[in-house]
T-cell receptor, first 114, second 117 residues
């Protein structure tokens, strides 16, 4: 149980393109979803916290207009990287949870902007 | 702000032996959760073990156990009978239980564990 699916697993695109990443909880309804960014050989950095039907809460230093988060249902959250540039290249990973249960993570998305 | 410190960037262990990964944290809260997550080369984050701060008994999951010292704010992970599949990055994480829906994880920088055949 507690499976989180993240799609796509790998994206390569040109600079200026917008990229959408999906995060789905497959067998449970998530009260909260989280988006993280991980640079090579570093830890996970929380970007934003998302609750269904409400606006995401962004961490300090994360551009809201660059990283658009939509949490349309209890099982789906999306992260859109708008007008992506090479510095946005990174590993993005989502997680989902039900109330105070542990977070369950997706497999991550490796984003490469050329 | 809460901080999590993993002082060992890299560790190695012989297969079938035991290894302990260290973690310390700083908080003024009394109610919180602590975790160890494993991230293999596939980069999937896998929950290894969870400890509730109000429980004195150390959590165990098969070959994985923790030594939780609340007063010292220490939370080490012991891996017994190490297997090749245990090779991964291990992240210690802290989560404050606000009771108001705010359960953000704060991660340490990680310890890379190598298992020697």
């Amino acid at each position: 149980g507690a499976v989180v699916s993240q799609h796509p697993s790998r994206v390569i695109c040109k600079s200026g393109t917008s990229v959408k990443i999906e995060c789905r909880s497959l067998d449970f309804q998530a009260t909260t979803m989280f988006w993280y960014r991980q640079f090579p050989k570093q830890s996970l950095m929380l970007m934003a916290t998302s609750n269904e039907g409400s606006k995401a809460t962004y961490e300090q230093g994360v551009e809201k207009d660059k990283f658009l988060i939509n949490h349309a249902s209890l099982t789906l959250s999306t992260l859109t990287v708008t007008s992506a540039h090479p510095e946005d290249s990174s590993f993005y990973i989502c997680s989902a949870r039900v109330f105070d249960q542990p977070q369950h993570f997706g497999d991550g998305t490796r984003l490469s902007i050329l | 702000a809460q901080t999590v410190t993993q002082s060992q960037p890299e560790m190695s262990v012989q297969e079938a032996e035991t290894v302990t990964l260290s973690c310390t944290y700083d908080t003024s809260e009394s109610d919180y959760y602590l975790f160890w997550y494993k991230q293999p080369p596939s980069r999937q984050m896998i929950l290894v073990i969870r400890q509730e701060a109000y429980k004195q008994q150390n959590a165990t999951e098969n070959r994985f156990s923790v030594n939780f010292q609340k007063a010292a704010k220490s939370f080490s992970l012991k891996i017994s009978d190490s297997q090749l599949g245990d090779a991964a990055m291990y992240f210690c994480a802290y989560e404050r239980n606000s009771g108001a829906g705010s359960y953000q994880l704060t991660f340490g920088k990680g310890t890379k564990l190598s298992v020697i055949p």
